[in-house]
């Protein structure tokens, strides 16, 4: 019943609003359509929960597992790849090894640095923890933690986090709020810290290659900590760069309902907890207004929530149609959405891609085909082929 309450509550807002923001909100009380002309065939199998993807070329691949392992697509096949150096991994709730990118300098390099974010900690002291090390072809060597959260949290909830290189060689890293209530960080709600400058949690990240501050980061001079590139974020777990417009897509967990797409930039305050199409899980009572003055509105707000995690623009030419388009990868929702935009960045339209799995990340391989990772105990790579 609380669904459809809230559906009706986000349409009465969505069709009293400016014209301006209804074309860029569109929330909905039913799935989109379902898109024809495609197929998914399974590349390899047998990674418990993987969770991020980082492509090597010549059809090899390192996967991560949420069980904190690392493992290497070879063709067809994945083998485990050992981590020497890895700080211990917890793995309780929604922690373990995460994201996981090569740096860009490296990309043709048969020794690349990886970066990896991982959970690290105790159930009662936690905290998103940034790492690097290279990979020699069999194994992660010279592991070492560049950036860790500041405020350690308890529990299993609310990580993040995704990685993403910018043009200029910066990297993006998103850091979740730390929980749903009741659970505190220092004297306040774990998620109300999205909205304090003085901690990382709900923001997203721009640091150098080193784990530092990347310079020119807009907030530092509001008194915010250094790394801070935005905040106001509940839990992203989707980031892409558009590598034509050089807009930065990020997708977010809403609570009950509520989940985004953001067009991000730097400096923008996203809003949660102040701003959100969600509700409590408890009290299913709505968290926040749908707008607040000086917070930016999401592109999509979905309602009800896909969990989304994993995001790619897909640039290739297998399937022309879908080029320029945003994917999503749906963790409740078990499916993939294409989001499709104009040359200004706003959203014209969805459909679906149904995969019967719960899908943790998607990303366009070097080959010009769109993958996606299923978060199963014998999770699987796919490939979606035109048919």
Avoid: C
């Avoid at 590598?243 to 996203?270: C, F, I, K, Q």
Wanted: proline share 6%; no cysteine.
């Amino acid at each position: 019943m609380f669904q459809r309450r809230r559906i009706s509550i986000v349409l009465a807002w969505a069709l009293t609003a400016a014209p301006s923001a209804w074309a860029e909100l569109q929330a909905t009380g039913e799935p989109p359509a379902a898109k024809q002309g495609w197929k998914a065939e399974t590349v390899a199998q047998g990674v418990r929960q993987p969770w991020g993807i980082a492509w090597l070329g010549e059809g090899r691949a390192l996967v991560t597992s949420m069980q904190g392992t690392l493992h290497l697509l070879n063709g067809k096949k994945f083998e485990d790849v050992a981590l020497e150096g890895m700080p211990k991994v917890f793995t309780g709730g929604q922690g373990g090894l995460l994201d996981i990118v090569i740096h860009p300098q490296d990309a043709s390099k048969p020794n690349p640095r990886v970066y990896m974010t991982v959970s690290t900690g105790t159930n009662d002291a936690n905290r998103t923890t940034l790492v690097r090390g290279v990979f020699d072809g069999k194994k992660v060597t010279g592991i070492q933690t560049l950036f860790k959260v500041a405020t350690d949290k308890s529990g299993g909830q609310h990580f993040g986090s995704r990685l993403l290189w910018l043009p200029d060689g910066t990297l993006l890293m998103s850091v979740a709020d730390g929980g749903n209530p009741p659970l505190r960080i220092g004297d306040r709600l774990a998620r109300e810290q999205a909205q304090n400058l003085a901690t990382h949690q709900g923001s997203i990240l721009r640091l150098t290659d080193e784990g530092k501050p990347a310079p020119g980061n807009p907030l530092a001079a509001k008194g915010a900590l250094a790394e801070i590139w935005s905040y106001g974020h509940r839990n992203v777990q989707g980031m892409a760069l558009d590598p034509v417009s050089g807009r930065v897509w990020a997708t977010e967990h809403g609570p009950y309902g509520g989940d985004e797409l953001n067009l991000v930039v730097a400096g923008g305050n996203y809003g949660w907890p102040l701003q959100s199409y969600g509700a409590d899980y408890k009290t299913h009572e709505p968290v926040g207004k749908h707008e607040v003055a000086g917070m930016l509105n999401p592109s999509v707000a979905w309602v009800p929530s896909p969990a989304p995690s994993g995001l790619a623009v897909y640039t290739g030419d297998k399937i022309a149609a879908w080029r320029g388009s945003i994917f999503s990868g749906g963790l409740a929702a078990q499916d993939i959405r294409r989001i499709a935009v104009d040359a200004n960045g706003k959203v014209t339209g969805q459909d679906r891609l149904s995969i019967g799995a719960r899908v943790r990340d998607v990303r366009q391989g070097p080959d010009g085909y769109l993958y996606a990772l299923t978060d199963e105990d014998n999770g699987r790579l796919l490939r979606i082929v035109a048919q």
